[in-house]
């Protein structure tokens, strides 16, 4: 059996590491001025690219276990995935709705003569 912390594998600890570490960083990156704060972009892209390594390549053994082991199926996977779908929409349309507010601030002229 693998290593477990916490009840969970040594993969999911290590993405949830380096997530949070990308998060802590980025907040640093963003508070800093210039240039600088575009090493926010990278560092996304680097968490990223290690996450997805670590869940579309995980380390498995490669002899056969000698017993077969009990395959636990979920029965809500499909409700799952609906669920997924509806939150990341509702979090797109709130994104979306909430853009022009940033973007379109309004500017007020000041009068060029004042008597």
């Given amino acids: 059996m693998a290593a477990?912390?916490?009840?969970?594998?040594t993969?999911?600890?290590?993405?949830?590491?380096?997530?949070?570490?990308?998060?802590?960083?980025?907040?640093i990156l963003l508070r800093a001025s210039g240039p600088t704060k575009l090493g926010v972009v990278p560092l996304f892209l680097l968490a990223l690219?290690?996450?997805?390594?670590?869940?579309?390549?995980?380390?498995?053994?490669?002899a056969l276990s000698p017993f077969k082991e009990t395959e636990i199926v979920d029965t809500f996977f499909i409700g799952r995935y609906v669920?997924?779908?509806?939150?990341?929409?509702?979090?797109?349309?709130?994104?979306?709705?909430?853009l022009p507010h940033h973007f379109l601030e309004a500017v007020y002229a000041k009068p060029l003569r004042t008597h």
């Fill in 83 to 98: 669920l997924l779908s509806v939150a990341s929409l509702v979090f797109l349309v709130a994104l979306f709705l909430l």
């Fill in 4 to 9: 477990m912390l916490l009840g969970m594998g």
């Fill in 49 to 62: 690219i290690s996450t997805l390594t670590l869940a579309f390549f995980p380390r498995s053994s490669e």
């Fill in 11 to 27: 993969g999911v600890v290590l993405i949830a590491a380096i997530w949070i570490i990308a998060f802590v960083l980025g907040i």
